[in-house]
């Protein structure tokens, strides 16, 4: 079965940078996207890139975090840069066909001060 495989959360000081990645099988998926969720918050999108290339991102995330796709559109990237103790939480890969939608197990990401 489709298998979304992330990598990359830890432990970073507010400032610093984490390169998260996730894996997909080679499926057509339309759209790929990051999404967050802190304790006791909602889940949230993060950022979200579409099968011909338009990108969204969370307004708090503008200028510092960075989704990008590969050439094969299955492998799934988010760069975040000059990072928030706000930023805080657990990052799920999201993808989907036209049909069919599945999620990553999350991988967590800490800021500290």
């Known amino acids: 079965q489709v298998q979304l495989v992330e990598s990359g959360g830890g432990l970073v000081q507010a400032g610093g940078s984490l390169r998260l990645s996730c894996a997909a099988p080679s499926l057509n998926f339309r759209t790929m996207a990051w999404y967050r969720q802190a304790p006791g918050k909602e889940r949230e999108l993060v950022a979200r890139?579409?099968?011909?290339?338009?990108?969204e991102y969370l307004d708090s995330v503008k200028g510092r975090f960075t989704i990008s796709r590969d050439n094969t559109k299955t492998t799934l990237t988010l760069q975040m840069t000059s990072l928030k103790p706000e930023d805080t939480a657990i990052y799920y890969c999201?993808?989907?066909?036209?049909?069919?939608?599945?999620w990553g197990q999350g991988t967590q990401v800490t800021v500290s001060s």
């Open positions: 890139i579409r099968e011909r290339g338009l990108i």
């Open positions: 999201f993808a989907n066909t036209w049909t069919t939608i599945y």
